[in-house]
């Protein structure tokens, strides 16, 4: 039995073989237009864009998520004009 070889590589690194993954379309185009320079920086610089996206939409629909406000009767005559007569 001293006579068994095994190979170099094994099953686990050939059936696992990690490669690099492919740059995000995003991430590429803030590369190319020289916005960024690594794909770490890309990825923080969207994750901020998101932010204030999220942050923006919140400021402008924020009457629609409050409470509405109560109605407000047309036919009300204000407190110093109730006691007076109007001549015309």
């Known amino acids: 039995m001293s006579d068994v070889e095994f190979e170099d590589r094994s099953f686990a690194a ?3 073989n990690v490669t690099s993954r492919p740059v995000p379309v995003l991430v590429r185009f803030l590369m190319k237009i020289g916005l960024v320079e690594t794909e770490d920086q890309g990825n ?3 994750i901020g864009i998101a932010v204030c996206a999220f942050a923006l939409a919140v400021w402008v629909f924020k009457d629609a998520l409050a409470a509405p406000k109560p109605a407000v009767s047309q036919n009300v005559v204000p407190a110093h004009v109730a006691g007076k ?3 015309y």
């Open 14 to 16: 050939d059936r696992f």
């Open 44 to 46: 923080y610089v969207l």
């Open 85 to 87: 007569s109007v001549r």
